[in-house]
C-alpha cells in the first residue's frame, strides 16, 4: 500500500508573497516543513504540487536540491493537481499538507493515516471539526475518494480546497481526530506577517530543534502565552473564507 504526503505550496500569495522561501533561523519555511514531515513512520514518500506559474521556479529547485520530488499543475485547479500528482505516483492513500503549516507534526499525520487504515474509511482528518491548532492540519484520503472528488465537484471553492467537497458529502465515509482539550484556537499558520512573526519566536525557542511537537507548543503557549499574541485576531481559516465569498 503506497501512501505519499502531497505538499500544495507556490510562491505567489496574496497575503505574504513567497512565503513558502521565507526563512526561519536562517532556514526556508518550505524545508522546514518537509523536514519535519519526512519523521513520518508511515509515509513512502514526499511530494511538492505547484502550478505552472514561473514564479515558483526558486521553490522548485530548492526542494529538488534537497532531494525531495515535485510536480505541476493547474494554479486554480488545486484538486486537478492532487489527482494527477496521486495517480503518477501510483498512490493508494494521499496526505495532503498545505505550504504554510511549516509546524505539522509527524505524530498527528501517523495517527490520521492509521485511523483511515484501520477503520476501513474513505477520509480521515482532524479539522472537521478541529480541535488542533492551526497549523497542524492533516487530511487523509483514499485513492478511490480523490478520485471521485475530482470527478464529481464543480464548485470552484472545492475545486480549489481539495477537500471540502468530501467534508460535506455524505457518500464518504469519515472520521475525525480529536485532541484531548480544544486548543483551536491557538494559530500557528502563516498567512501573513503577524503569523510569521508568531512562528519565527516559536522556533526561536526550541532552536536549534526544528523537531518539537505539537504538545511542546501548547506548553510553551501555558508558560508564555505573550509569544502567541500577535496573530490572535486573526479568524481561523480566513483565506479559505474570503475564497468562498470570492467564488459566490
Known amino acids: 500500500m503506497k501512501i505519499i504526503a ?31 514531515l519526512s519523521k513520518s513512520t508511515c509515509i513512502d514518500d514526499i511530494i511538492l504540487a505547484t502550478s505552472e506559474d514561473k514564479s515558483n521556479l526558486p521553490l522548485i ?4 536540491n534537497l532531494g525531495y520530488k515535485h510536480e505541476i499543475g493547474s494554479e486554480e485547479d488545486v484538486l486537478d493537481r492532487y489527482l494527477q500528482v496521486a495517480k503518477k505516483h501510483k498512490a493508494e ?18 495517527q490520521c493515516i492509521k485511523e483511515l487504515i484501520n ?33 464529481e465537484a464543480t464548485d470552484k471553492f472545492d475545486r480549489e480546497h ?3 467537497y468530501i467534508k460535506k458529502n455524505n457518500n464518504f ?13 491557538l494559530r500557528l499558520t502563516i498567512d501573513n506577517t503577524e503569523d510569521y512573526e508568531v512562528i519565527s519566536q516559536v522556533f526561536k525557542h526550541f532552536s536549534p530543534n ?13 508558560k508564555n502565552p505573550s509569544i502567541f499574541n500577535t496573530n490572535k485576531h486573526i479568524k481561523r481559516n480566513e483565506g479559505s473564507i474570503i475564497t468562498k465569498k470570492e467564488s459566490k
Open 6 to 36: 502531497v505538499v500544495q505550496a507556490r510562491m505567489r500569495s496574496t497575503r505574504l508573497p513567497n512565503k513558502a522561501m521565507k526563512k526561519i533561523n536562517s532556514i526556508p519555511i518550505i524545508q522546514i516543513l518537509f523536514s519535519r
Open 61 to 64: 529547485s530548492h526542494i529538488s
Open 93 to 110: 492513500i494521499i496526505v495532503r499538507i498545505t505550504g504554510d503549516c511549516p509546524l505539522v507534526d509527524p505524530l498527528i499525520v501517523d
Open 119 to 151: 477503520s476501513n474509511i474513505d477520509y480521515c482528518t482532524n479539522t472537521f471539526p478541529p480541535t488542533f491548532p492551526d497549523g497542524f492540519d492533516v487530511s487523509v484520503m483514499r485513492i478511490n475518494a480523490l478520485k471521485k472528488t475530482a470527478k
Open 162 to 164: 481539495v477537500t471540502s
Open 173 to 185: 465515509s469519515k472520521k475525525n481526530i480529536v485532541s484531548t482539550y480544544d486548543w483551536s484556537m
Open 210 to 222: 526544528i523537531y518539537f511537537s505539537w504538545l511542546d507548543v501548547v506548553n510553551l503557549y501555558k
